[in-house]
Nanobody, 119 residues
């Protein structure tokens, strides 16, 4: 069973930076979409950013200009560089890999990493 292992979360002051990483425990062929989601306390999980196989990226409006997503296909790894962090970025961050298996979408999820931004 493939696992996604996240790292890089932690506590940071407002205005600071963090870099999240997420790597698959074994090789996955043709990951179509790699993305990051987050779940703030008491709220639903939301999309933060995603990167498609061709390199096209999408961002939530709340993080545009501050966060950058990138992927390394050879390493089956996705990164999220977070700059100018705000207290409202506090959440558990989850990475997600979407692949097509036998004609259907399949999702892999990381275990989550806590990001806390203090004011």
């Amino acid at each position: 069973q493939v696992q996604l292992v996240e790292s890089g979360g932690g506590l940071v002051q407002a205005g600071g930076s963090l870099r999240l990483s997420c790597a698959a425990s074994e090789s996955i062929d043709s990951v179509n979409i790699m993305g990051w989601y987050r779940q703030p306390p008491g709220k639903q999980r939301e999309l933060v950013a995603r990167v498609l196989g061709g390199g096209i990226t999408n961002y939530a409006d709340s993080v545009k200009g501050r966060f950058t997503i990138s992927r390394d296909n050879a390493k089956n790894t996705v990164y999220l560089q977070m700059n100018s962090l705000k207290p409202e970025d506090t959440a558990v961050y989850y990475c997600n890999f979407r692949v097509v298996i036998a004609g259907s979408w399949a999702d892999y999820w990381g275990q989550g990493t806590q990001v806390t931004v203090s004011s």
